[in-house]
């Protein structure tokens, strides 16, 4: 029995229903990252376990407890908002002690806490400014504060790095991460963004159209996508996914596609899962880093198939350097080695490592390899 | 109402570069004329005003001598003492006091109940949603919009089982039930713009209902509050209809007894006095503009949300 249960949990708003059946268990300590595109649901199932929003059907448990019918005050949670949601009219130090003065914690004790809390996030020097004085990183940190006040069982945060700049969002992820490895409390973390899911997460969740899609680790997820969505969805720059042909090549299937001259190349499977499939239409998966330069190719792979095919573009990135060409009429990105001398409108050599390919049925849009 | 809690953009420190000299020259001349007509506006609010203190300020003589517009010779307070406790109102000589105290009575409960439920109620329409919530609203919305003469008689008979005919308890529940539509459409409008999210954080730390609108949703609504005041303190006060038609001789307020007191002097009419009284009658609406005014602020949200 997980520690943090969602049972088949539902969510309507009249006839509209915004999160379908969801069932997700996750043990202590773990560090959930519910991801997905904007509307998906993940606030609204982030507020169902917080108790801001009713359940529909189903039920959530935390250590066992059914929520049902308690008040978030009683769950013992703690939440980070979104726009941080600090009281404007208080202080820091107001901010961070109204939750444990509504919860009668007397005051010594609560200026003991607010010390403790102000040291562990270096907020000591703000404690007697109010919120409108503070910049968006300091206003983070007041906001993580009074959510640490609580030594809750679970600590849910709702996209609490999305209004910063992107080089404070890489500091304040680092410090998320530092903390919850400090801490060991359970984490519900709700994110837009993929890298955010990857980097914190010891499991996540993705999210699209009210479905959770798959769920699994961080690497699970990265290598072994359930369907399309979470395919292209998750990875930066995202999966290279194009329409292919099971074919038969020398008693091994393979797939066949078209480049950009209208001549095809074949790309033999590692598996021999597709063997007795010839002609089917698939879409095929790989990611950037599996294709490379030949050199780059990674040597522990025993499929790695080399493809001629012309340069459309290359885009320098300093470590670096992603090279565009056509494979199957859609862009397919590789990542070669910064100083191979690709230039647009060669003719090159590239290096697939067919391990890490992905196969998709193009009407289900579920895996089949 | 211009009530944005979000965008209170960090304006201060982006000064313009200072203008060249001769483009203020020529700037000059339309700022001159604009300034001259608001002046003349001004004069032009401002004369009866004037007239009014002038001539309370004169014995009657000065004024039935045809002096109108001129400065008293002879200055005098007589005119206001007598309108406070001496002049006939009605039937009894007793200046307007009584009938002021019944204003202030009246007015003062009105508003507060009013502004108080008022909201309560765009606490609730805003943050405690419920079916049907929206129709609701709409509907005392419509109730902002009853023309008065409809409910006069339904009132009466109301008021008249409720045992509160002709007093000044009455008088405030009228006045409460009419206030109440606009003091909700004021705070419900305001409170649509107050973050949810403070809401929400606050009923994750334990806060309840009444908590919460304490300590969380009043701090901010000084601005919409010193509106709804200053709109519930004016309409109630300056109410002529409800005061005349809902009121005994024992609970009439200001503005009726002004009335009587202009109606019922016999023989001459006591211009001076009736000025005195009609500027009392006219001071705290005068008084709460001045001292509330002050209360305008804005900005009391900024940094809650994301800056
Ligand atoms: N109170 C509501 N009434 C109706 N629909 C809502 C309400 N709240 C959210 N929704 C809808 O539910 C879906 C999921 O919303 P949300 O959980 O906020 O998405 P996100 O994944 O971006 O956090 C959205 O399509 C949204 O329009
Ligand atoms: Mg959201």
């Not at chain 1, 999160?19 to 982030?46: A, N, Q, Y």
């Not at chain 2, 003589?61 to 002879?74: K, R």
């Not at chain 2, 508003?111 to 609701?136: C, H």
Request: proline residues 5%; glycine residues 10%; aromatic residues 10%.
């Amino acid at each position: 029995m997980g520690f943090l249960e969602i049972d088949r949990a539902t969510k309507s708003y009249g006839a509209v229903k915004v999160l379908h059946e969801t069932d997700i268990s996750i043990d202590e300590g773990e560090f959930l990252v519910l991801v997905g595109p904007s509307g998906c649901g993940k606030s609204t199932l982030l507020n169902m376990i917080a108790g801001l929003e009713e359940v529909s059907s189903g039920d959530i448990r935390i250590k066992g407890r059914s929520m049902n019918g308690v008040k978030p005050a009683d769950r013992n949670i703690a939440m980070v908002f979104q726009s941080y949601a600090l009281y404007p009219n208080m202080t820091v130090r107001g901010n961070i002690s109204f939750g444990m003065e509504m919860h009668k914690v007397p005051k010594p004790e609560r200026e003991t806490k607010i010390a403790q809390v102000a040291d562990l996030l270096q907020i000591g020097q703000l404690l007697d400014r109010k919120p409108g004085q503070l910049s968006g990183g300091q206003r983070q940190r007041v906001a993580m504060g009074r959510a640490l006040t609580r030594d809750p069982d679970v600590f849910l945060f709702d996209e609490p790095l999305s209004n910063l700049d992107a080089k404070l969002r890489v500091d304040m992820r680092m410090e998320i991460k530092k903390l919850h490895q400090k801490l060991g409390t359970t984490i519900v973390y709700v994110t837009h963004d993929q890298i955010e899911a990857l980097t914190l997460s010891t499991r996540i969740a993705v999210m699209y159209g009210g479905y959770v899609q798959q769920m699994g680790t961080p690497r699970e997820i990265y290598d072994n996508p359930a369907n399309l969505f979470v395919a292209g969805f998750m990875g930066s720059p995202s999966m290279n996914l194009f329409p292919a042909r099971v074919v038969d090549a020398g008693g091994a299937p393979a797939a066949e596609f078209t480049l950009a001259g209208g001549e095809t190349a074949l790309l033999p499977f590692a598996g021999d899962a597709l063997a007795a499939q010839q002609g089917r239409d698939i879409v095929l998966g790989i990611r950037p880093e599996a294709i490379t330069d030949e050199g780059g190719a990674d040597r522990n792979s025993r499929a790695v198939h080399v493809v001629e095919s012309p340069i459309e573009i290359t885009e320098p990135a300093g470590s670096d350097t992603f090279v565009v060409t056509q494979w199957g009429g859609r862009d397919a990105v590789g990542r070669f080695r910064a100083d191979v001398p690709a230039r647009a409108g060669d003719r090159f050599a590239f290096a697939v490592n067919m391990e890490k390919a992905v196969v998709f049925d193009p009407e289900t849009e579920t895996r089949i390899a | 109402m211009p009530t944005d809690f979000t965008s209170q953009a960090v304006t201060a420190g982006t000064g313009t570069p200072a203008p060249i000299r001769k483009r203020r020259r020529t700037a000059a001349a339309p700022r001159v004329i604009l300034y001259l007509i608001l002046a003349l506006f001004c004069v032009y609010y401002l004369l009866p005003l004037c007239v009014m203190v002038v001539n309370s300020l004169k014995p009657l003589g000065e004024i039935t001598a045809g002096g109108m517009m001129a400065l008293p010779e002879q200055w005098t307070l007589a005119p206001w003492s007598s309108a406070w406790s001496t002049a006939q109102v009605g039937v009894d000589a007793t200046g307007l006091r009584p009938y002021f105290v019944n204003s202030i009575l009246m007015v003062v409960p009105a508003v507060a109940i009013s502004t108080i439920l008022g909201a309560l109620n765009g606490y609730v329409l805003t943050k405690w949603t419920f079916r049907g919530a929206t129709l609701l609203f709409g509907l005392v919305l419509f109730g902002c919009f009853i023309p008065f003469q409809i409910v006069l008689i339904p009132m009466a008979r109301m008021l008249g089982l409720m045992g509160i005919a002709g007093t000044v308890p009455g008088l405030v529940f009228v006045h409460l039930v009419y206030g109440i539509g606009f003091s909700t459409l004021y705070f419900r409008n305001y409170y649509a713009a107050f973050p949810t999210e403070l809401v929400r954080a606050a009923q994750i730390d334990g806060a309840g209902f009444f908590t919460i609108f304490r300590r969380i949703l009043l701090p901010s609504s000084g601005p919409i509050a010193v509106v709804c005041i200053i709109w519930q303190f004016t309409n109630i006060w300056n109410d002529f209809l409800f005061g005349a038609s809902f009121s005994d001789f024992d609970s009439q307020p200001m503005t009726v007894a002004l009335n009587n007191l202009v109606q019922s002097s016999t023989g001459v009419k006591e211009y001076n006095v009736h000025f005195a009284g009609a500027i009392m009658a006219a001071l705290p609406t005068l008084l709460v503009y001045v001292v509330a005014g002050r209360f305008f602020v804005r900005g009391l949200m900024a940094g809650s949300v994301k800056g």
